[in-house]
């Protein structure tokens, strides 16, 4: 289930769905939600967060894997579309990540401007290594270049789980702070910056992340590596 609601200039969009992970409904109710922010009226700025333990524990494998091959690619190939509209929004973004934040539920998070995240629990992590799920370019890219080239290296070959304090030491997160703190604070920040929002805020993004938006919105997706 995706809950939107509006705080005066930030809309919440609040995935609450237990693990919140990601499938098909998943996109499409996303998709709806960012439509209805993207139609009103500035000022306005957008944060995200997850219910429970979970901001987002990532893809929803079991069925997708089940489907085959070629209609996983085909999710992953419009997840990454998702992914680059984030990027490219014409207002600020805010992940307020309220508990564990894994695999495709990270890469969302690195979508968005800023990260808040919890201290007392829950974990940020990219496990694909684990997995067998090979990044594709434009995961690649993302993670590249929201993250620090040392930190980026190391999430991506050692799956390792980061906790809130050391998340925002690493710089992966802007923010650590007390789970009743997470969602508040990221709304400050939205609230703070919402009057930026427009048409210049959408050329500086694009214009900045030019080439990975267009690795994101031309992916062909991935599956499982079969000896990679």
Known sequence: ?????????????????????????WLEAVTAALDKVDAAEEPKALVTT??????????????????GPESMAGFIADLEGLFARFIATPYITVAACNGH??????????????????????FFCLPEVDLGIPFTPGMDGLIKRRLPPVVA??????????????????????????HAAVLPQAIEIAAGLAAKAGPTMRAIKVRMYADLIELLERSTGTAPAAGE
């Open 1 to 25: 289930m995706i809950l939107l609601d509006r705080h005066d200039a930030v809309f919440v969009l609040t995935m609450d769905n237990g693990e919140n992970r990601m499938n098909r409904p």
């Open 50 to 67: 997850g219910s429970g333990r979970f901001y987002s524990n990532g893809l929803d494998l079991e069925p997708l894997m089940a489907a």
């Open 101 to 122: 934040t894994f695999a495709a539920g990270a890469m969302l998070a690195l979508c968005h401007d800023f990260r808040v995240m919890r201290t007392d629990r829950g």
């Open 153 to 178: 290296h190391e999430v991506m070959v050692t799956g390792t789980r980061y906790g809130g304090e050391v998340a925002a030491a690493k710089g992966i997160v802007h923010h650590a702070v007390a």
